[in-house]
């Protein structure tokens, strides 16, 4: 009698050893699914991260390459101008004189 009391009481601690187990092992799972999906919405945040990275580099890229296009066609613009007013001043002093000599031409005549 008392090795069969002594037989359900250790039946029942590993039944209840078992059952703790049992439920350990289910925290650990349930633990594990829970730090997996964590990474995974790391993981996504991650990328989503880069992509507006890679987003922001291309829009800043662009900017630059408008910038860039901007000073030159400025440039151009600027150079044309001074190449228009030089040859403006190039022309009053070629036709400058010449009228000049023809009012003189004239005053004598």
Do not use: M
Request: charged content about 40%; overall charge neutral.
């Amino acid at each position: 009698a008392e090795a069969e009391a002594r037989a359900s009481d250790l039946a029942k601690a590993a039944a209840k050893a078992e059952e703790e187990a049992v439920e350990a092992f289910a925290k650990l799972v349930s633990e594990r699914r829970r730090a997996a999906d964590a990474e995974q919405a790391a993981a996504a945040q991650l990328s989503h991260a880069l992509r507006r990275v890679a987003h922001a580099e291309a829009a800043q890229v662009s900017l630059e390459r408008r910038l860039q296009e901007e000073g030159e066609a400025r440039e151009r613009v600027e150079l044309e101008e001074r190449q228009a007013r030089a040859r403006e001043a190039e022309l009053r002093l070629q036709t400058g004189p010449a009228r000049s000599r023809v009012r003189s031409k004239e005053k004598f005549e």
